[in-house]
Nanobody, 129 residues
Framework: QVELVDSGGGSVQAGGSLTLTCLAS????????LGWFRQAPGKPREGVAV??????????ADSVKDRFTISLSQANDKDTLILQMNNLKSEDTAMYYC????????????????????RGKGTEVTVSS
């Protein structure tokens, strides 16, 4: 059974930083695409960043490039997915959640959040200006 547990959200001022963590386990496949997605009130869900568990290849939404960094470490059949968020802006305010699907990531994954069938419960990020 796949389990994703995300944490690390909070409230910061614009220009600040936060680190989100997702502990993932139970994948039925050896090659998975993991990522971070977000949804602000009244807005559609959007992809933030994704990473392939096998190749380490990453892809970012244009709105977070050069500010956010996604990384993945693997040990003992558990994955730790990290999203380092720097220079946060008020428009980054949203519920963030980690998600995953089987297979390699493709560059379009950040635009296709519905493909990610396994999801964490989410952690809220609030950025005040």
């Amino acid at each position: 059974q796949v389990e994703l547990v995300d944490s690390g959200g909070g409230s910061v001022q614009a220009g600040g930083s936060l680190t989100l963590t997702c502990l993932a386990s139970g994948f039925p496949y050896n090659r998975n695409c993991l990522g971070w997605f977000r949804q602000a009130p009244g807005k559609p869900r959007e992809g933030v960043a994704v990473i392939s568990s096998y190749t380490g290849t990453t892809s970012y939404a244009d709105s977070v490039k050069d500010r956010f960094t996604i990384s993945l470490s693997q040990a003992n059949d558990k994955d730790t997915l990290i999203l380092q968020m720097n220079n946060l802006k008020s428009e980054d305010t949203a519920m963030y959640y980690c998600a995953a699907r089987g297979g390699y990531c493709v560059s379009a994954d950040t635009t296709l959040p519905d493909r990610f069938v396994w999801r964490g419960k989410g952690t809220e990020v609030t950025v005040s200006s």
